[in-house]
């Protein structure tokens, strides 16, 4: 079946560091890609998406590219800040975002300042 | 954004009782929810999707009586875990799509069920 793999954490960064959290993925068909974030106490929110070949997704500083050839949609961030400490899930929809997702375990991130 | 919230937050149940979990909708119509159950230290794991006014569908390898699940409105489903035990603890995650949510699910902030 459809299955995410995303690097283990815990991922410890000085504020202003380069980020990169690697994310492939197993599916048959074209799946849509998804990185959820979670905040402390705080429910799962979409941070960006994919949905076909080489589209990238980009919010709040953050871009994943969507790579067929390499099954992956890793994470980055040019210069990260204490506030992006969460827990970041890469995951996948088989017919896009409304439909179940598949995550990965996710991958904790602790920006000190 | 929209937002989807649950209730309780937290529960504390002794082995043999049944638990109820709400998931709401609060300023969307959602045609669909999902609940997943989150292990420590594990990725979240669809245990079923409902449609309002349906009977949902449960992934395989979760029971159907054990995790009865009730979506009677657009704004509300429900999850209750009957005859819990131990195995039973874990942290449960509920998520909404509907029209006006386009093509995302939004999560609400996950109940934390702990069976003595």
């Known amino acids: 079946g459809d299955s995410v793999t995303q690097m283990e954490g815990p991922v410890t960064l000085s504020e202003e560091a380069f980020l990169t959290i690697n994310c492939t993925y197993t599916?048959?068909?074209?799946?849509?890609l998804f990185w959820y974030v979670q905040y402390p106490g705080e429910g799962l929110q979409l941070l960006l998406k994919a949905t076909k070949a080489d589209d990238k997704g980009s919010n709040k500083g953050f871009e994943a590219t969507y790579r067929k050839e390499t099954t992956s949609f890793h994470l980055e961030k040019g210069s990260v800040q204490v506030s992006d400490s969460a827990v970041y899930f890469c995951?996948?929809?088989?017919?896009?975002?409304?439909?179940?997702?598949?995550f990965g375990k996710g991958t904790k991130l602790t920006v000190n300042p | 954004g929209a937002v989807v919230s649950q209730h309780p937050s937290r529960v504390i149940c002794k082995s043999g009782t049944s638990v109820k979990i709400e998931c709401r909708s609060l300023?969307?119509?959602?045609?669909?929810m999902f609940w997943y159950r989150q292990f420590p230290k594990q990725s979240l794991m669809l245990m079923a999707t409902s449609n309002e006014g349906s009977k949902a569908t449960y992934e395989q390898g979760v029971e159907k009586d054990k995790f009865l699940i009730n979506h009677a409105s657009l704004t509300l489903s429900t999850l209750t875990v009957t005859s819990a035990h131990p195995e039973d603890s874990s942290f449960y995650i509920c998520?909404?799509?509907?029209?006006?949510?386009?093509?995302?699910?939004?999560f609400g902030p996950g109940t934390r069920l702990t069976v003595l």
């Open positions: 995951a996948l929809s088989a017919r896009g975002g409304s439909e179940k997702l598949v």
């Open positions: 599916a048959t068909g074209y799946p849509s």
């Open positions: 300023d969307f119509q959602a045609t669909t």
């Open positions: 998520s909404a799509s509907g029209a006006r949510g386009g093509d995302t699910q939004y």
